[in-house]
């Protein structure tokens, strides 16, 4: 069957195929046929590296020591949400060969063209800065530890890297995921192996129950769904035909396998006692392995945030396109990608004091807002089953293209979850605050009242 490229619907321009030392055109444009290239099987690497880092393991720190499980509820509820998030992300990757669009482009079906300003914005926001700095944190602080240079020094060596990978773009970033993943792989399996021998996995936790468990699952949901709203970015160049079903395996299981054998390495860590596992989180973790190997370690945990912010800021840029900026450039990709990389460091610097507190917050703030954009899209893919996404693409680039069903959806959904349920520092909902063991969970609460919504509003929906 021969594959055309859709009518009424802009073209990226220029050309780039598989070219890795090249800049990457144009923006958020459907790629030409002539340019695909790639195999499914390639997503696995290039969603495992970017997960073998400082900040998947802290979440498993977060369960123990800052939520009270268990070790062996830290496991289930880490198993959980990151199942969650991981099953979304295959989903969500798997339509990226055959729409040749980027994520939140494909976002405009269910939100409207002007609707879709809503989630994309918020995504620039959480991804291009937020993530960004959250991972360059982490880098700058793991070396930090093993060079002794100040710690905004380090910061700026790793955003420098981050930087170019973002501004050279998608070939150069999945070729670099690519070559990380077997250091990365093989360092971080020597030193799960150390921590896992000394754990004590009868750690019985200190008493965080029902809510410590629900806290566990929406802030590792929240990790593991953080990379849905990318998800067909780095599917987008895979040739049209190419397998749904082994697009999104590959995907989801690159997101699961990493996050949940690094998370459950981190909740092992605690158990073991020593150290400041909140406050210096970093060392705390390597000072249970070897000096050998806790240097290698430090210089994964770098490369591991420099793996992660390569995606996060490009598909912040990806997500800043979205929102129908335009420059009349064919360089405009990479620009956005340079501004919030610029923006990043400057959140980062200032969130190198007290970076266990933050993380903390912001990874449950993420949850709070990508459970009910989920709801929507999710709801929006059943809706329209059976269709070519290729007959509505059209749609995708038609300014008059209105669906006020999705972000009305997504804004009842967060206001009320947040409202209700959410169990933070920064804000107690009405639930917890009167029945503390309920915990949090506005993620889920967000999900379903968003779904809901969305069908109610049927009149809304074209």
Request: with cysteine.
């Amino acid at each position: 069957m021969t594959v055309l490229e859709p009518p009424a619907v802009a073209v990226r321009e220029g050309s780039y195929g598989d070219k890795v030392a090249a800049i990457e055109p144009g923006g958020v444009e459907f790629i030409p046929l002539s340019e695909r290239h790639g195999r499914p099987r390639q997503l696995f690497w290039t969603w495992m590296s970017p997960n073998m880092e400082f900040a998947t393991i802290f979440l498993g720190v977060l369960a123990v020591a800052a939520f009270g499980l268990g070790f062996w509820a830290a496991v289930l509820a880490v198993v959980v949400g990151t199942g969650l998030g991981a099953a979304a992300h295959g989903v969500l990757s798997a339509r990226g060969p055959s729409a040749g669009l980027p994520q939140m482009v494909l976002g405009r079906l269910p939100f409207g063209y002007r609707g879709n300003i809503l989630p994309s914005a918020v995504n620039s926001v959480a991804a291009g800065i937020g993530w960004f700095a959250v991972n360059s944190v982490s880098g700058a602080l793991a070396l930090n530890t093993l060079t002794g240079l100040p710690a905004w020094a380090c910061l700026l060596i790793v955003v420098a890297v981050m930087v170019a990978l973002g501004f050279f773009g998608h070939n150069l970033v999945q070729a670099f995921e690519r070559y990380a993943f077997p250091v990365l792989a093989v360092i971080f399996a020597v030193a799960s192996a150390i921590i896992l021998s000394k754990a004590q996995p009868g750690h019985a936790g200190s008493g965080g129950g029902v809510g410590g468990f629900l806290l566990t699952v929406g802030a590792t949901f929240g990790y593991a769904a953080g990379w849905n709203p990318y998800a067909a970015d780095y599917t987008r160049y895979l040739p049209a035909g190419a397998s749904r079903r082994a697009t999104g395996l590959a995907a989801g299981l690159g997101v699961f396998v990493s996050c949940v054998i690094l998370e459950i390495v981190g909740a092992a860590s605690v158990t073991i006692g020593g150290g400041d596992a909140l406050g210096q989180p970093t060392s705390a973790f390597t000072g249970h392995l070897p000096t050998v190997v806790a240097d290698l370690t430090l210089l994964a945990i770098a490369l591991g945030a420099i793996s992660a912010n390569a995606l996060n800021v490009y598909s912040g840029a990806m997500s800043l396109l979205a929102l129908g900026v335009r420059l009349p450039l064919t360089m405009r990709r990479a620009i956005v990608a340079l501004a919030c990389g610029v923006a990043g460091f400057l959140v980062a610097l200032s969130g190198l004091d007290d970076a266990g507190h933050k993380y903390e917050a912001f990874l449950l703030v993420i949850a709070y807002w990508i459970g009910p954009w989920l709801g929507v899209v999710l709801t929006d893919m059943v809706l329209r089953r059976g269709r070519d996404i290729r007959d509505d693409e059209p749609l995708m680039f038609d300014r008059g293209h209105a669906n006020w069903a999705g972000p009305v959806a997504m804004v009842v959904g967060v206001v009320l979850s947040v409202w209700l349920f959410s169990n933070q520092e920064q804000y107690v909902g009405l639930v917890p605050k009167r029945v503390p063991a309920v915990g949090d969970i506005a993620f889920e609460v967000g999900f379903l009242i968003s779904a809901a919504v969305y069908l109610a509003l049927k009149p809304l929906r074209r």
